[in-house]
């Protein structure tokens, strides 16, 4: 089945350290999604991307959707204390009614 | 606005039981999904539920099943349970219609179950 692979598996950065994650699938997907999953909470959607080569920001996050429609990554600028957390990019194959599908997260660590 | 309601939070079974956990979308929200949380997996797709029948569904075997009643409520029965159903089921609802922003996904905060 479809499968999307994160990097890296998890992060440990000091406070105010800029973060790259990035998400790749060998299908190509329509939408892609980045969620934020808390301890003890289920996910919360950051940003959803619907265009190939869209680049989109929510405050100091920012995500692009992939050019091959088969990538995407997020950064994190100036890294704060509750910026942790597990970071989960997910994705619809075509319509907007299709199932979303996660990827296995990237747990990022900040060290204040 | 009442978020999503999971209940129960925590529940240990043996093997061989059967499991049945219930989810209460937010008001107006005709979607529900469900999936299953284990470390290094990620959150794996179980179905969705839309106007009480199945729109979606993953790559579980049958012993993962579930419903949706007319109040968009929904609950997932798990049956003969192996050590391996251990996880954290999420239970997401999404309002599938005009205005809707596609896929998002409000999670409810889970139940825990521990297989013996």
């Known amino acids: 089945g479809q499968q999307l692979n994160q990097s890296p598996q998890s992060m440990f950065i000091q406070e105010g350290e800029d973060v790259s994650m990035n998400c790749t699938s060998s299908?190509?997907?329509?939408?892609w999604l980045w969620y934020k999953q808390d301890p003890g909470e289920g996910p919360v959607l950051l940003i959803a991307?619907?265009?190939?080569?869209e680049l989109t920001s929510n405050g100091r996050l920012t995500a692009q959707f992939g050019i091959t429609r088969k990538d995407s990554f997020l950064n994190i600028s100036a890294s704060i204390p509750s910026d942790v957390g597990i970071y989960f990019c997910?994705?619809?194959?075509?319509?907007?009614?299709?199932?979303?599908?996660f990827g296995p997260g990237t747990s990022l660590s900040v060290i204040p | 606005k009442a978020g999503v309601t999971q209940t129960p939070r925590y529940l240990i079974k043996t093997r061989g039981q059967q499991v049945t956990l219930s989810c209460s979308p937010i008001?107006?929200?005709?979607?529900v999904s469900w999936y299953q949380q284990t470390p290094g997996q990620g959150l794996q797709f179980l179905f969705e539920?839309?106007?009480?029948?199945?729109?979606n569904k993953g790559n579980f075997p049958g012993r993962f099943s579930g419903r949706q009643f007319s109040n968009s409520r929904s609950e997932m029965n798990v049956s003969t349970l192996e050590l391996g159903d251990s996880a954290l089921y999420l239970c997401?609802?999404?309002?599938?219609?005009?205005?809707?922003?596609?896929?998002?996904?409000?999670f409810g905060e889970g139940s825990r179950l521990t297989v013996l």
């Open positions: 997910a994705g619809q194959l075509r319509t907007s009614y299709d199932k979303v599908i």
């Open positions: 299908s190509i997907f329509n939408t």
């Open positions: 991307l619907y265009k190939a080569g």
């Open positions: 008001s107006g929200h005709r979607s």
């Open positions: 539920y839309f106007s009480e029948t199945q729109r």
């Open positions: 997401a609802s999404a309002y599938s219609g005009t205005g809707m922003i596609a896929g998002e996904l409000f």
